[in-house]
């Protein structure tokens, strides 16, 4: 049971470039979530989902678009990436049966825009 | 969101007692309180969550106020493995939102 998998681990791109961060989960949760993480800051929701094809904006997502066609996969696109989104970037997801309440984290990708 | 307010830093010594509080004077009724916790360079992992009543498993105990305006994560014999910044997070009651504030972050002596 691999979890919940983040591709890449590390980035840098230029201002300017857009570029896709990848997450997949095998537990067939429902619920997929994506987090930027500035240094020494709390987590901030970006966008999340509540199944295949339903997405939502969360508290930071402008620059940043989702979709989810599968219930496995939720990419995290940066449409013309800037130096102010610089930070790590963590997906998450949870089952939404009662009683299993637990998010499960990636690992992160630490995103680098010069 | 219902919002949480916790200190920015806490120091314990190794093998004793933490206790770690949360304030949510703005919880619902419906709302259940959640705690994660962050490891030096990982993502956040489930810890424990409750609604009324206190509550234990394997990591934590969570101690909640009859008034559920504030509640308390206990480890009861912190280890340096413990050492990590700890999330009290209230996510709004039929979503599945959390909202991440800053955290309060544990060390521990040895």
Redesign the interface.
């Known amino acids: 049971n691999a979890g919940v998998t983040q591709t890449p681990k590390f980035q840098v791109l230029k201002t300017g470039q857009s570029m896709t961060l990848q997450c997949a989960q095998d537990m067939n949760h429902e619920?997929m979530?994506w987090?930027r993480q500035d240094p020494g800051?709390?987590?901030?929701?970006i966008h999340?989902s509540?199944g295949a094809g339903i997405t939502d904006q969360?508290?930071v997502p402008n620059g940043y678009n989702v979709s989810r066609s599968t219930t496995e996969d939720f990419p995290l696109r940066l449409l013309s990436a800037a130096p102010s989104q610089t930070s790590v970037y963590?997906c998450?997801s949870?089952s939404?049966l009662t009683g299993n309440?637990?998010?499960?984290?990636?690992?992160?990708t630490r995103l680098t825009v010069v | 969101d219902a919002k949480t307010t916790q200190p920015n830093s806490m120091e314990s010594n190794e093998e004793e007692p933490v206790h770690l509080p949360c304030n949510h004077s703005t919880i619902s009724g419906t709302d259940?309180i959640?705690w994660?916790r962050q490891l030096p360079s990982?993502?956040?992992?489930?810890v424990i969550?409750g609604l009324t009543s206190n509550v234990n498993n394997r990591m934590a105990s969570l101690a909640i106020a009859e008034d559920r305006k504030s509640s308390t994560l206990i480890l009861h014999r912190a280890t340096l493995r413990d050492a990590a910044?700890y999330?009290c997070i209230l996510p709004t009651s039929g979503t599945?939102?959390?909202?991440?504030?800053?955290?309060t972050r544990l060390k521990v002596l040895a």
């Open positions: 619920y979530s987090y800051m709390g987590l901030r929701l999340y509540v969360g508290e963590f998450a949870r939404t309440y637990g998010y499960t984290f990636g690992s992160g | 259940y959640h994660y990982q993502g956040p992992e489930y969550h910044v999330y599945y939102k959390y909202i991440f504030g800053t955290g």
